[in-house]
């Protein structure tokens, strides 16, 4: 929850800085119009680990349109919250003997900048994104037992990249494999792109991958007079 005051008919809250993914809050800010908060973009956030978000959380956002504030103190406002970013899902089931997995890299599909709030089903990310790849690094070591699941996750800003960009590529037991191309050719926000790999003892087989919906997350606000 967060508590937003209100000034002069206009609403003042704590602001956040997401350069690098930080939740760094600063003093309060005050924005007067929807156009100055749908413009408002996510800087550098690169790629994050399952132990990033654990330190940090997720950037989320919501929207309500014609909400009626009344004289009431504490009036509060219940609303879903939608996650601003995509959560990349690498499934790995494993065939064979116990093995590694030492490195996971994904193609360039790294957006530099994403919106804050959803802009609608057309517009998936700003206009002149550039984008990257992505690696683990060189000491990431998952141990994936002999019959055994695994599943570890990543994310990132919504993209819209080219078709060919969208690849996934890994190292177990120092042998590398890949890259792989996936059959996407942009991924919205609040979704997640399941990847199936299965480990056998003489071949990897790559599941065909799948966007599924991330369930909503919610949330709370007290307007205070």
Same mark, same amino acid.
């Not at 899902?89 to 997995?101: C, I, S």
């Not at 071949?203 to 991958?209: A, E």
């Given at each position: ?36 908060? !749908? ?9 994050? #680990?399952?132990?990033?978000? +654990? *330190? $940090?959380?997720?950037p989320m956002s919501f929207k309500k ?66 984008? !990257? ?9 998952? #141990?994936?037992?002999?019959? +055994? *699941? $695994? ?75």
């Amino acid at each position: 929850g967060a508590t937003i005051k209100k000034e002069q008919n206009q609403f003042v809250f704590p602001t956040a800085d997401f350069k690098s993914g930080e939740w760094v809050w600063s003093k309060d800010a005050t924005l007067t119009s929807s156009e100055e908060l !749908s413009a408002l973009l996510i800087t550098g956030y690169g790629t994050k #680990t399952e132990t990033d978000i +654990e *330190d $940090k959380g997720l950037p989320m956002s919501f929207k309500k349109d014609d909400v009626v504030i009344t004289t009431e103190t504490n009036q509060s406002l219940e609303f879903g919250m939608k996650r601003a970013v995509v959560k990349l899902n690498a499934k790995f089931h494993n065939d064979g003997l116990e093995t590694t997995v030492n490195q996971i890299s994904f193609g360039n599909f790294q957006a530099g900048k994403g919106f804050l709030f959803e802009q609608g089903d057309d517009i998936i990310v700003p206009d002149c994104v550039t984008y !990257s790849n992505y690696t683990t690094s060189d000491d990431y070591s998952l #141990t994936i037992g002999a019959g +055994e *699941d $695994k599943s570890v996750c990543f994310y990132q800003l919504p993209s819209a990249a080219d078709a060919g960009n969208y690849t996934i590529g890994f190292s177990h037991n120092n042998n590398p494999f890949g890259p792989a191309l996936l059959s996407q050719s942009s991924i919205k926000r609040n979704t997640q792109l399941d990847i199936m790999v299965t480990l056998k003892t003489d071949r990897i087989i790559f599941g065909v991958p799948k966007v599924n919906p991330w369930e909503t997350a919610t949330g709370g606000i007290i307007i205070v007079d």
